[in-house]
């Protein structure tokens, strides 16, 4: 095993805590939604065993009616290092939530089926994923029961953490319809910014985080139930929905094998891929853009989002050209950092304001496979093990990668980065 993956092998299992992962040491020091798939993932090179233990410990957190929160406060009491915290959740308020765990109140990005498509490939163990499966498509269920936008198989994201791509430029025009006066009086006890070299660049501003707490303050109102129609962040995210997409396609192929009836997922699937285009598609920047449902307009940003489609085969053969074009214009911009230089909005430190992310790259990675783009795949693959090699196993990286010693940032030890680059040695 090379330098890197013991490197990345010791990431896993300094964070490992008996049935789940934290993202990173004192930062992170819960269990987070989708970052479990991701290493859930990683852990299968490793330790089959720990990546279906990890998923079946975030499933233990599943309300009642589906949804499954974007963290698990595992225990909650013993530490003091994150904020908002499971108290100021208040997931009790809800009556679906669980009694004896407490969680957020907001979901991520459902990666749970094709990670469970992965693991289910390995595993000779098919009650206990049978059991996964079902805990996943009452979560899918849950989606589009509560978050579908006019039957068209596409759903909504009613928070910017619910995208994952937390302070993303994409949610900017969003967010300032929120206005200042009805955030000034909320109050922070942020512990990030303790936690983090450079926090002045590399976090949300104090502002940011008032408004995102605005919308969590909003959904406990609403006892984490839906929303109003006058309710400010109502959005489709073209990530979100190609990952829901994708572990769909994941979900009725394992359903082939146990015996299980998709047919809602299959109809699902059909919409959704049907009309992905209307909503997400620029003709004119050859881009996927996310679509605010309140102003009815796309979010024109050039964003490492645009380019996830491509993840769960979605663009046609036309449309992927366009998009590979796109890279070999940006041939300096491998690994894709999340926003590009020349957006407003722009901060090359400031987490998914314009660092490079790999699990952004991984998908992209794995999509340019299914379309034959081995040698476009390849370079994004090389780019980011060399980079993470280079700067070590951070949340994020510098764009603009140079012979720096300071280009990785957020969270050291950070267990997706760890967990993907094993993927992509391995692979």
């Known amino acids: ?37 991701f290493i859930a993932i990683g852990n299968s090179h490793l330790k089959l065993d720990r990546s279906i233990l990890e998923i079946e410990t975030l499933f233990s957190g599943q309300w009642e009616n589906g949804f499954l929160p974007h963290i698990l406060f595992h225990n909650a009491d013993k530490y003091s ?24 109140g907001i979901t991520q990005p459902p990666v ?42 596409l759903v909504s994201i009613w928070h910017n953490w619910e995208s994952g791509m937390d302070n993303s430029v994409w949610w900017d025009d969003v967010l300032e319809r929120i206005d200042r006066s009805k955030v000034e009086n909320i109050e922070l006890f942020r512990k990030d910014i303790h936690e983090v070299e450079e926090s002045n660049n590399t976090r949300p501003k104090d ?24 309710y400010p962040f109502q959005v489709l995210d073209p990530v979100f929905n190609t990952i829901l997409l994708q572990s769909n396609k994941s979900l009725i192929k394992i359903g082939k094998e146990i015996n299980r009836d998709t047919s809602f997922l299959q109809s699902q699937t059909e919409k959704g891929i049907e009309n992905f285009s ?20 796309q979010i024109n940003k050039h964003c490492s989002g645009c380019y996830i489609p491509i993840f769960a085969g979605i663009p046609s053969a036309i449309q992927i050209e366009k998009l590979v074009n796109h890279f070999e214009k940006n041939d300096n911009l491998i690994p894709i950092p999340s926003c590009f ?17 790999v699990n952004m790259n991984w998908m992209v990675w794995k999509g340019l496979l299914l379309y034959g783009k081995d040698r476009l795949a390849e370079k994004i693959k090389n780019s980011t093990i060399k980079m993470v090699d280079k700067y070590g196993v951070y949340e994020y990286f510098d764009p603009y990668l140079n012979a720096k010693q300071t280009a990785g940032y957020g969270g050291a030890n950070f267990s997706w980065t760890a967990a993907l680059i094993l993927d992509m040695e391995r692979s």
């Not at 090379?2 to 934290?22: A, P, R, S």
């Not at 499971?86 to 969680?103: C, G, I, M, Q, R």
């Not at 230089?341 to 992310?357: A, C, H, L, T």
């Open 207 to 230: 502002l940011d985080y008032k408004r995102y707490l605005y919308l969590v303050n909003k959904l406990h109102d609403s006892k984490y139930e839906r929303v109003s129609d006058y």
């Open 278 to 297: 209307k909503y997400f598609w620029n003709e004119n920047d050859s881009l996927y853009y996310p679509f605010d449902l309140i102003s009815q307009n």
């Open 341 to 357: 230089p020349d957006q407003k909005g722009f901060e090359k430190k400031n987490y998914w304001r314009g660092p490079v992310w």
């Open 81 to 104: 290092s994150y904020f908002p915290s499971a108290d100021y959740w208040n997931s009790s308020v809800s009556p679906f939530a669980p009694e004896n765990l407490k969680t957020s």
């Open 1 to 37: 095993m090379t330098k890197q993956l013991e490197q990345c092998k010791l990431v896993l299992e300094k964070n490992w805590k008996g049935k789940f992962t934290i993202p990173s040491p004192r930062l992170y020091p819960f269990q987070w939604n989708w970052d479990s798939g």
């Open 112 to 153: 749970h089926g094709f990670v469970l498509e992965h693991l289910f490939n390995l595993s000779s163990d098919k009650e206990r994923m049978t059991k996964i499966f079902d805990k996943i498509v009452k979560y899918h269920e849950y989606l589009y029961d509560y978050r579908e936008f006019n039957d068209s198989g």
